[in-house]
Every structure is written in structure tokens, then in C-alpha cells.
């Protein structure tokens, strides 16, 4: 069999189990609320497969592997920083599930007065949902060229398949096939490397690659820090964190399952990038975003090939529905029931969630389509997350004379910077860090020239 085919095969095959999933996730579904948090329902075990599984897709793989041929062993560091910001999301869950948390949104509700600096919350996070559809379906495309199938549609395709799921299994069905694909893609890869490692082996890297590719940062620390800071920032303030954190059925579980995925991660994230240098090593003068699927096409087993192929696009259809629910919780739990109309019944809410998500869906796709560099699509969502909503969140936590004007304008603030220098409309040093310290700045500073009166 062909590699397509081997491919397709597989992901029928991961579609059965998808439907199946989905029956068993539906009959745990008594309202909306378990839709989108599924209270007490997650083990330590699957929290942190489905959060290794978030993190596991297009920008850890894909643009591992790319950054593994264009800078050698340094292009883990994406991958290292999803595992680190795991780390700070365990050390919130106390918090989460004491305050009884399914968004920081709940969280702004509470300590600002007014609707302003939760709107900015759920604006900032819808936004960076967005990035991380359009960067899972940009590398669904990326695969969907290199097997000769038709992109767009297979883009297009995937978006709504995840669109009906999300919809249908609610958080808990999406953790699950989250878990499933983890584990299918580790070992794919795992294989890939082993494989690698035995012919044409090690020796071949210290003959073809430059001694740069060896070194943990040959590049500059401004870029070491574009790599890691954004996803390590913006996970005190990550909607499907606080959702997951949420569903667990402990505190132990919560904060097990994300130290569990933070250690698990780490390490994977070397295997993408080395991937990547056998690939460049083997393919001198090929395009680096094209060197991973070279490697997979030509030089791997077919059915080692098909399976990576295949468990990549499932982490992609795994990661879109996590968009997809983190946008549910925005809009419907954030703004409808929280802003609008907070005895509205589930029917009613189920219909709001499907909305939403259909236009994030097509904005997705859009985007998906134009764009091509799959970490800068990630970052630029987890920068504009971190820059609009840590200062509002920590200060609010740490400084009790934080007030919610200085909240609303830092958000402002810390976003517009961070658009202007993702869109490069200006030139920041350190940017993603940057945009946080004006935002802190401006928070700060409006919080004690305008104090609250009753503060």
C-alpha cells in the first residue's frame, strides 16, 4: 500500500474511534456547563495525555522538525517551553478549583468592577484561539500537499470534522481522542528517530551539519525568548487550561496531570528538531519546511511514514477542538451567561456554542490558507494573550490597590503594542516581554493616579 493510502486508512480508522468517543462523551452531557468544563469528571492520567496532546500537534512537531533543519538542536525550544508552561499552570490549580474557576474570566468578574476588563479578557482569548486553529490547520495543509491530496479541501474538511465533534463530545470526548493521538504520535516519532539513529546514523550529523547546529542557542536571546516566552506567559491566563483544571476529579489529579505533561514534554521535544537534522543532513538543498516530510516520504518505512502523517493531522483535529471549546467558554459562558443572560437554558446555549464556532471556524480556514509559518501563527496569539491579560491577572492577585480602570487600560495597552510588533508596525527589543512591561507600567500607573473610591 501507498503511503496516502496507508494514511487515509488510518485516519478512518481514527474517525471510527472519534464517533465512538463521542456516543460514550454525549451520554455525560446533562448541560451546557459539562459541556464546556465536564466538573469532576477527568483522571490524572487523562488530563495530562489530552494536555500533552494540545501541545503535541503542528507547532511542536512541524515546526520543530523545520526549526530542527534551519538551527540544529535549538529548535526544541518551542517544545520546551509548552512543557514549562505546564509547570505554571499546575501551580495554579489550587487556585482554579478553589474559586471554582472554568475561565479567567470568572476570575476578572470577581476582582474588577464592570464588564470592560472581562470583554478584553474574552476578546484576547478568542483571539489566540483563532492563531491556534489557523496554526494546527496550516500544518494539516502543509501534510495534506506533501501526500498529494487536495489542501484546501483537506483543510476545510478538518475544520468542520472538529467543528462537529467539539460540539457533539463537549470537553471530556475532546480530552480523550486528545490522549489517544498523544500516545499514537509519540511512538510514531519515537520510531522515526530509532530508525534514524541506525542508518544512516549518528555519525552522519557531525559530518554534514555546521557546529551551530549542536548548540542549544546559536541564535540571539532575543529569538531564544520569541521561541518560549509567549506559551510560558499567556498559561496563567489560558481559557483550556483553566477548563481542564476544572473537569479534574481532584486537586491531586489537576496538578498531577500537568506536572505529569510538563516532565513528559521536555524531553519529546528533541525529537521533532533531530528529525529535522537528519533531514537537513540527508536534503542539503531543500526548503527547511520542506526537509521533515522528505524524510518521512523517502527515507522511513511506508507504514512508519503513514502513521506519523496520520497521528499529525489527528493532533491537528485534537488541537482544533480544543480551540473550538476554549471559544464555547469565551462566548457563551464569558459574555452570553455572564454578561447577558445568566438563566438562559442549555438548548439555547448549545445553539449560541455552534455559532461561535462556525465563524471562528471559517476565520480559521482563512487564515490557515494565506499564512505559512506555523510557530510565528502560534506565538503571535500566545504574545497578544500574555500581553493583554498576566498584568491584569497577577497585579490583580498580588496588589490589592490594582484598580479596574488601570486593568482595562494595561490590557489595552499591552495588546496594541504587541499587534504593532507582531505586524511589525514598530521595533521592540524583546518584544513578547516588551508588551508585558508596558502593560505593567500602564497598569501601575493609572491603578495609583485613579485609585477606586472605595480602595
Known amino acids: 500500500m501507498t503511503t496516502p493510502s496507508i494514511v487515509i486508512l488510518i485516519l478512518l480508522s481514527y474517525g471510527t474511534a472519534m464517533l465512538l468517543i463521542s456516543r460514550r462523551a454525549s451520554r455525560r452531557i446533562r448541560s451546557f456547563q459539562d459541556t464546556i ?64 474557576y472554568v475561565s479567567p474570566a470568572d476570575y476578572f468578574a470577581r476582582r474588577y468592577s464592570g464588564h470592560a476588563t472581562r470583554m478584553i479578557y474574552t476578546a484576547a482569548s478568542i483571539s489566540c484561539s483563532v492563531s491556534l486553529l489557523a496554526g494546527q490547520l496550516l500544518a494539516g495543509r502543509a501534510i495534506f500537499l506533501t501526500l498529494g491530496l487536495p489542501a484546501q479541501w483537506g483543510v476545510v474538511l478538518t475544520a468542520v470534522i472538529a467543528l462537529v465533534y467539539s460540539n457533539a463530545a463537549g470537553l471530556w470526548g475532546s480530552m480523550a481522542v486528545s490522549s489517544i493521538q498523544s500516545v499514537i504520535i509519540f511512538i510514531g516519532m519515537s520510531t522515526a528517530l530509532f530508525l534514524m539513529m541506525s542508518v544512516p546514523g549518528p555519525g552522519i550529523l557531525a559530518a554534514a551539519l555546521p557546529a551551530s547546529s549542536f548548540h542549544l542557542a546559536p541564535f540571539g536571546a532575543e529569538f531564544l525568548v520569541s521561541m518560549t516566552a509567549p506559551i510560558v506567559l499567556a498559561s496563567s491566563v489560558n481559557q483550556i487550561s483553566f477548563q481542564s483544571a476544572a473537569s479534574a476529579k481532584s486537586l491531586k489529579s489537576a496538578r498531577g496531570g500537568y506536572l505529569l505533561a510538563g516532565l513528559t514534554l521536555i524531553p519529546v521535544a528533541f525529537i521533532p528538531p533531530l528529525l ?113 491579560c498576566l498584568v491584569p491577572f497577577l497585579g490583580g492577585v498580588i496588589w490589592k490597590k490594582g484598580t479596574s480602570r488601570g486593568a482595562l487600560y494595561s490590557a489595552f495597552a499591552g495588546m496594541a503594542v504587541s499587534l504593532a510588533a507582531s505586524l511589525e508596525l514598530i521595533r521592540l527589543p524583546y518584544a513578547s516581554i516588551s508588551s508585558i512591561l508596558i502593560s505593567a507600567a500602564v497598569y501601575a500607573a493609572v491603578s495609583l493616579l485613579a485609585p477606586e473610591k472605595n480602595g
Not at 517544545?79 to 490549580?93: K, M, R
Not at 521533515?292 to 491537528?316: E, H, K, M, Q
Request: proline share 3%.
Open 37 to 100: 468544563a465536564a466538573p469532576g469528571q477527568t483522571s490524572l492520567f487523562l488530563l495530562a495525555g489530552s494536555a500533552i496532546g494540545g501541545q503535541i500537534g503542528s507547532g511542536f512537531v512541524i515546526g520543530g522538525a523545520e526549526y530542527g533543519a534551519r538551527y540544529g538542536i535549538a529548535g526544541a525550544w518551542y517544545g520546551i517551553g509548552c512543557g514549562l508552561s505546564y509547570f505554571i499552570t499546575a501551580a495554579l490549580c489550587r487556585f482554579i478549583r478553589t474559586h471554582h
Open 276 to 388: 529535522g537534522m537528519y533531514g537537513r543532513a540527508l536534503f542539503p538543498g531543500i526548503p527547511a519546511e520542506n526537509v521533515f516530510s522528505s524524510l518521512l516520504l523517502t527515507r522511513l518505512p511506508t507504514a512508519v511514514a503513514a502513521v506519523i502523517l496520520a497521528a499529525v493531522i489527528c493532533a491537528v483535529v485534537s488541537s482544533c477542538n480544543s480551540a473550538y471549546i476554549a471559544v464555547a467558554a469565551n462566548f457563551v459562558h464569558d459574555i452570553y451567561l455572564g454578561m447577558v443572560n445568566p438563566g438562559a437554558d442549555s438548548r439555547t446555549c448549545r445553539r449560541l456554542m455552534l455559532l461561535a464556532d462556525m465563524a471562528v471556524c471559517c476565520i480559521g480556514i482563512l487564515l490557515a490558507l494565506k499564512m505559512n509559518d506555523i510557530i510565528r501563527v502560534l506565538s503571535m496569539g500566545y504574545s497578544l494573550m500574555a500581553s493583554g
